[in-house]
């Protein structure tokens, strides 16, 4: 069964510190991968995508990982701040690539505190 | 450029209610998608239309449907609401659907079902 697992469920960081958000999937043929982030009562905004042959990339203080071979991948933020404090969601898109083949993950939340 | 937008932000409906909610595209995006998000689910995924042409759709019931109109507008309905139906419901519009094009969400429709 193709699923999408994050993990911690929710995390809280002291502002300035960094942390690691990690995503497991089982999704098989993969595409490519995306983080998005949602803050409270909004709709998700992208972060990064990367597909199977790119090993990491960055946007500001986010960075992703991609290992295709163990099929995880993280998102590093650096020196936090507040408004980090959201949910952050994996999503695996299936290949070939069409609307009904993402996969989502059920998201972490970070809370960053002052 | 404006983002997607969707209406309303909130509604209140009762049982057996039906409701429609609304989703404008970003300007010269032709594919809309629309999502159910319930904490214990995370995102589903409903159906996807591109040029008024509902072209892929996620496992939900027939009471859920939806529709693209020319200008690429997009309208979800869902008939006999039940209190399962209680959820945020997010629209992402993107150029064509296809590939790593990317998809950009509205802030969503809080549906609260009583």
């Known amino acids: 069964k193709n699923q999408v697992e994050q993990s911690p469920q929710s995390l809280i960081i002291l502002e300035g510190k960094n942390c690691t958000l990690q995503?497991?999937?089982?999704?098989?043929?993969?595409?490519?991968l995306r983080w998005y982030k949602q803050d409270t009562g909004r709709g998700p905004v992208s972060l990064t995508i990367?597909?199977?042959?790119?090993n990491t990339k960055s946007n500001g203080r986010y960075t992703a990982t991609l290992d295709a071979d163990t099929k995880q991948s993280s998102l590093h933020i650096t020196a936090s701040q507040l408004s980090d404090s959201a949910s952050y969601i994996c999503?695996?898109?299936?290949?070939?690539?069409?609307?009904?083949?993402?996969?989502f993950g059920t998201g972490t939340r970070l809370q960053v505190f002052p | 450029k404006a983002g997607v937008t969707q209406t309303p932000r909130y509604l209140i409906k009762t049982r057996g209610q039906q409701v429609t909610l609304s989703c404008s595209p970003i300007s010269g995006h032709r594919s809309v998608s629309w999502y159910q998000q319930t904490p214990g689910q995370g995102l589903q995924f409903l159906f996807e239309?591109?040029?008024?042409?509902?072209?892929n759709k996620g496992n939900f019931p027939g009471r859920f449907s939806g529709r693209q109109f020319s200008n690429s507008r997009s309208e979800m309905n869902v008939s006999t609401l039940e209190l399962g139906d209680s959820a945020l419901y997010l629209c992402?519009?993107?150029?064509?659907?296809?590939?790593?094009?990317?998809?950009?969400f509205g802030q969503g429709t809080r549906l609260t079902v009583v």
């Open positions: 999503v695996v898109i299936l290949r070939p690539y069409n609307t009904d083949k993402l996969i």
């Open positions: 992402a519009s993107s150029f064509r659907g296809r590939g790593n094009t990317e998809a950009f």
């Open positions: 239309y591109f040029s008024e042409t509902q072209r």
């Open positions: 990367m597909t199977f042959s790119e």
């Open positions: 995503c497991n999937y089982t999704v098989s043929p993969f595409s490519n």
